[in-house]
């Protein structure tokens, strides 16, 4: 029987604090997020419709991670995404070893 792969994880958590004061960039409608902070729960970010900053859910972006981390292609424009969908985009690209795919546009992990 042939070993289990061990796939990595990424932790949403410490990968957004370490962006914290940068601006990432969502992929299909280039809507700027500037990471303000983290904590337990969420991770703030302003945008123009939120300059102050909003909260979205760390267990909304580990979900997106894990499922990378899991080998799939994330289509961005699937529905399942959710409301977030424009700012899981930015995060995800923004992991080391993302690559963006076209046709239709999903983001997956090298190798």
Known sequence: MAPRRTIPTIDARAHLASLAGRTIVS????????ILGVTRDHVY????????????SITE????FDRLAGGEALVLSDPSMGDDGAFL????????GAELL???ARVRLRG
């Open 89 to 96: 985009s930015a995060a995800m690209v923004s992991i080391p």
């Open 45 to 56: 970010v302003a945008t123009a419709v939120a300059p102050l900053g909003k909260p979205i």
């Open 61 to 64: 972006v580990q979900a997106a």
């Open 102 to 104: 076209h046709g239709p």
């Open 27 to 34: 992929v299909l409608e280039g809507v700027p997020y500037r």
